[in-house]
């Protein structure tokens, strides 16, 4: 099938080359050539502007940072995308924008669906990865070959906007509680316990037992959050989206309000890059406590399950 696709970062990059290798023809664009040196020498063609790539293709897929990026390409899209044809959008984004877009590209006969992902780099290069579909269930049934090809886990979710309210949830939720296990790991260490013996203990009990904490091991309990395997400016990103919807719905959301004091703290110390575990370093630093095991230490304690 001929697509295209826009925004070749992160996350963009391996679910473009993935298409890719499921034998798509692909048309890609990103604000930096360099950023398609992968996908060109794979067989893809590049595209001087968004809607050069969008141009002809059956399908476009487009991975950029925001609602902001969003619109931006949408303008170009709506005029250079083939009528019948099926915009899938990437991006962790508003609902509200999602659907406000969705209804200037429908009046051309365009489809716009959102499919914001979940499974971080990793995942986008082996194509393991959630994918959350909001939008014309018809159109999602004819691409779900394509969706296939960059996950495996494909769901429609509901109609348009459906997508970005299930991420949204998602990171809220994900975001608010490793501030929560910061905030009771400050208080065991602080109690006497020796930081491995906590994480061990909280590991075999009910909620331990549905893994909720093995994720800690590789940055918090370590202090070490770089590289990022999901930077702090996304994960803001995200949180700022969710607590906007909630906003909008009227759904009061203090326990997010409390973990986004602490994550934009951290951005005002410059953590951006670091990664979206980082500010629970400040929970550390409130409570007076030093956590920091070493990874040879962390693999010992995995080993005792």
């Given at each position: 099938?001929k697509?295209?696709?826009i925004g070749?970062?992160?996350m963009?990059?391996?679910?473009?080359?993935?298409?890719i290798k499921a034998g798509?023809?692909?048309?890609?664009?990103d604000?930096?050539?360099?950023?398609?040196?992968r996908h060109l020498?794979?067989?893809?063609r590049w595209a001087?502007?968004a809607?050069?790539?969008?141009?002809?293709?059956?399908?476009?897929f487009?991975?950029?940072p925001?609602?902001k990026?969003?619109?931006q390409v949408?303008a170009?899209l709506?005029?250079?995308?083939?009528?019948?044809?099926?915009?899938?959008d990437?991006?962790?984004?508003?609902?509200t924008?999602?659907r406000?877009?969705?209804?200037?590209?429908?009046?051309?006969?365009?489809?716009v669906?959102d499919?914001?992902?979940?499974?971080?780099p990793?995942?986008?290069?082996a194509?393991?990865?959630?994918?959350?579909?909001?939008?014309?269930?018809e159109v999602f049934?004819r691409?779900k070959?394509?969706?296939?090809?960059i996950g495996d886990q494909?769901?429609?979710?509901?109609?348009i906007?459906?997508?970005n309210?299930?991420?949204l949830?998602?990171?809220?939720?994900?975001i608010?509680?490793?501030?929560m296990?910061?905030e009771?790991f400050s208080?065991?260490v602080k109690?006497?316990?020796?930081?491995?013996?906590?994480w061990h203990a909280v590991?075999?009990?009910a909620?331990g037992?549905?893994?909720?904490f093995d994720?800690i091991?590789?940055?918090?309990l370590?202090?070490?959050?770089?590289p990022p395997?999901?930077?702090?400016?996304?994960?803001?990103k995200d949180?700022?989206?969710?607590?906007d919807?909630?906003?909008?719905?009227?759904?009061?959301?203090?326990?997010a309000?409390?973990?986004?004091?602490?994550?934009?703290a951290?951005l005002d110390?410059?953590?951006g890059n670091?990664?979206?575990?980082?500010?629970?370093q400040?929970?550390?630093?409130?409570?007076?406590?030093?956590?920091?095991?070493s990874?040879?230490?962390v693999k010992k304690?995995?080993?005792?399950?």
């Amino acid at each position: 099938m001929k697509l295209g696709f826009i925004g070749l970062g992160t996350m963009g990059s391996g679910m473009a080359l993935n298409l890719i290798k499921a034998g798509h023809e692909l048309a890609v664009h990103d604000l930096r050539k360099e950023s398609a040196t992968r996908h060109l020498a794979a067989g893809a063609r590049w595209a001087e502007s968004a809607a050069d790539a969008a141009s002809g293709a059956q399908a476009v897929f487009t991975s950029v940072p925001g609602p902001k990026e969003m619109r931006q390409v949408g303008a170009a899209l709506r005029e250079s995308m083939p009528m019948g044809s099926a915009w899938f959008d990437l991006t962790t984004n508003s609902p509200t924008v999602v659907r406000d877009v969705h209804k200037s590209l429908a009046e051309k006969g365009i489809a716009v669906l959102d499919a914001p992902v979940s499974g971080g780099p990793a995942g986008a290069n082996a194509g393991k990865l959630a994918i959350y579909v909001g939008g014309d269930r018809e159109v999602f049934a004819r691409h779900k070959a394509l969706l296939d090809a960059i996950g495996d886990q494909v769901l429609h979710v509901g109609d348009i906007g459906a997508g970005n309210v299930a991420k949204l949830v998602h990171n809220c939720a994900s975001i608010t509680m490793r501030m929560m296990i910061a905030e009771v790991f400050s208080l065991g260490v602080k109690g006497g316990m020796d930081p491995l013996e906590l994480w061990h203990a909280v590991r075999q009990g009910a909620i331990g037992r549905s893994r909720t904490f093995d994720r800690i091991g590789d940055q918090y309990l370590q202090g070490k959050y770089e590289p990022p395997s999901f930077a702090l400016r996304l994960a803001h990103k995200d949180l700022t989206l969710a607590l906007d919807l909630g906003r909008e719905l009227q759904v009061p959301m203090k326990y997010a309000e409390r973990a986004m004091e602490d994550f934009q703290a951290a951005l005002d110390r410059d953590w951006g890059n670091r990664d979206s575990r980082s500010p629970m370093q400040i929970q550390n630093e409130r409570a007076g406590v030093h956590i920091k095991v070493s990874a040879e230490d962390v693999k010992k304690t995995l080993a005792r399950d």
